[in-house]
């Protein structure tokens, strides 16, 4: 397991955002988090970054108890993020941001530093873009921009904050097949995202979590037809 959440418990003031929230994650696997507005989804992965601590439980990455470990140390064992939403820096290129990213991740070179950025770029779709101010570019490719910005920091678990919302249909295709890509060459991935047929298109596994419990957990069919996941879907949408 890459990834192991062991009884996590997180509480604003009276208002528990994560009770007892337990789950694992197989080293290339592909999670997928669905729930209600305010269900706790980014503050799990608050958690598991280590912007935010929890009241009680435990978090292992890569086999190591990290429950203690500040989020720089996390980045650089290899958790990586994007954002709901993007923050790029406006004036530098798209290649610029991307280079600061990297200089937050493992300690390499700047001869492998490029190497690496240049890659992620074309596995992103950015490579023609590489040269174009951030503040210049289209929704769609500010999302791949954040996707490419996570990728920089050298992550082994990437993990996805509903990077689709607000992309038209064929967007949000074009930003699939860019994700499904990244996890077909063996990334990690733990998504958020209300866009569920961009999530199922991907995800093997799908966690709903509900007021901060984790209500349901298994193939994406399987959690779609259950009735209690339904409920709460329709309750969200009403
Ligand atoms: N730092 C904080 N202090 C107090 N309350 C917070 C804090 N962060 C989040 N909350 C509250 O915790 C609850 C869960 O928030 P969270 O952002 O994790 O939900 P979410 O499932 O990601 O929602 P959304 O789908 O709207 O992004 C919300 O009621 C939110 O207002």
Redesign the pocket.
């Known amino acids: 397991m890459i990834l192991t959440l062991t009884d996590v418990t997180k509480s604003?003031?009276a208002?528990k955002?994560a009770d007892g929230v337990s789950f694992s994650v197989p080293q290339g696997q592909a999670l997928g988090i669905i729930?209600?507005?305010?269900?706790?989804?980014?503050?799990?992965?608050?958690l598991i970054t280590g912007n935010?601590a929890p009241n009680s439980g435990r978090i292992t990455f890569l086999g190591q108890d990290v429950t203690q470990r500040p989020a720089m140390a996390r980045v650089r064992m290899g958790v990586g993020r994007s954002f709901?939403i993007p923050q790029p820096f406006e004036g530098l290129t798209v290649y610029e941001n991307l280079a600061v990213a990297a200089s937050f991740g493992q300690g390499r070179s700047e001869a492998a530093v490029t190497e690496d950025c240049i890659a992620i770029l074309r596995d992103t779709e950015l490579l023609r873009l590489a040269n174009t101010q951030a503040g210049a570019l289209s929704l769609l490719d500010r999302k791949r921009l954040e996707l490419a910005r996570a990728m920089a920091t050298g992550p082994k678990l990437l993990l996805l904050?509903?990077i689709a919302g607000g992309l038209t249909e064929g967007e949000c295709q074009a930003l699939v097949a860019t994700i499904k890509g990244l996890h077909a060459r063996g990334m990690t991935i733990i998504w958020?995202e209300?866009v569920l047929h961009a999530l199922t298109a991907v995800v093997e596994r799908l966690l709903v979590?509900d007021f901060?419990k984790v209500i349901a957990l298994g193939a994406p069919t399987e959690i779609m037809a259950s009735k209690e996941v339904r409920e709460i879907y329709l309750g969200m949408e009403a």
């Open positions: 604003f003031g208002l955002v729930g209600p507005n305010g269900a706790g989804k980014s503050t799990l992965f608050n935010i709901q904050d509903e958020i209300h979590l901060g």
